[in-house]
T-cell receptor, first 118, second 109 residues
Framework: EAGVVQSPRYKIIEKKQPVAFWCNPI?????LYWYLQNLGQGPELLIR????????DSQLPKDRFSAERLKGVDSTLKIQPAELGDSAVYLC???FGTGQGANTGELFFGEGSRLTVL | GQSLEQPSEVTAVEGAIVQINCTYQ??????LSWYQQHDGGAPTFLSY????GLEETGRFSSFLSRSDSYGYLLLQELQMKDSASYFC??????????FGKGTTLSVSS
């Protein structure tokens, strides 16, 4: 079974440029998450989708970040314009069940997209 | 609000046993998860405790005390490949997992 697929794995851009990350979750997983991970820190939630609906986007900086999950499958996270402080790893995860990883709290993560803003 | 506390670093030698503690403060607590992440890799699920007590999975065990808001991950018969970051994460009502800052485990020969 294929895992969570993210692209690109690495992206280097100059500040003020736009950038987009793509995520394909595990087939059948209705819940999709975007997390931000800074170096030496734990993942921090940006947005959670239940199917195509964003049910928790309270931590998403909406002035520059946007996300979508059309048709409740793939998702795209966009930053426009990027700032130096956005350099981090952007992790996508998915789970089966109603927002809580079924009964075990298990999320399946992709390998992340590492963004460097110069 | 909520908070999770875990040590930033732990060192041990091959074959040893190490315990990584996690204390949390949160409302609406459902359970405590543990994840492992190697450098440059994806976090991977290790265990989940919803009830008090010890859960054993091979060389790894996880413990939860809901009354003490405390849990730990126990790694036995350490191997070099266990060198990684370990995160505790709280599962609570109405939100996604909330992760701690992680503990870097270094295993030496």
């Amino acid at each position: 079974e294929a895992g969570v697929v993210q692209s690109p794995r690495y992206k280097i851009i100059e500040k003020k440029q736009p950038v987009a990350f793509w995520c394909n979750p595990i087939s059948g997983h209705n819940t999709l998450y975007w997390y931000l991970q800074n170096l030496g820190q734990g993942p921090e939630l940006l947005i959670r989708y239940e199917n195509e609906e964003a049910v928790d986007d309270s931590q998403l900086p909406k002035d520059r970040f946007s996300a979508e999950r059309l048709k409740g499958v793939d998702s795209t996270l966009k930053i426009q314009p990027a700032e130096l402080g956005d350099s981090a790893v952007y992790l996508c995860a998915s789970s089966f069940g109603t927002g809580q990883g079924a009964n075990t709290g298990e999320l399946f993560f992709g390998e992340g997209s590492r963004l460097t803003v110069l | 609000g909520q908070s999770l506390e875990q040590p930033s670093e732990v060192t041990a030698v091959e074959g040893a046993i190490v315990q990584i503690n996690c204390t949390y403060q949160t409302s609406g607590f459902y359970g405590l998860s543990w994840y492992q992440q190697h450098d440059g890799g994806a976090p991977t699920f290790l265990s989940y405790n919803a009830l008090d007590g010890l859960e054993e999975t091979g060389r790894f065990s996880s413990f939860l005390s809901r009354s003490d808001s405390y849990g730990y991950l126990l790694l036995q018969e350490l191997q070099m490949k266990d060198s990684a970051s370990y995160f505790c994460a709280v599962r609570k009502a109405g939100t996604a997992l909330i992760f701690g800052k992680g503990t870097t485990l270094s295993v030496s020969s």
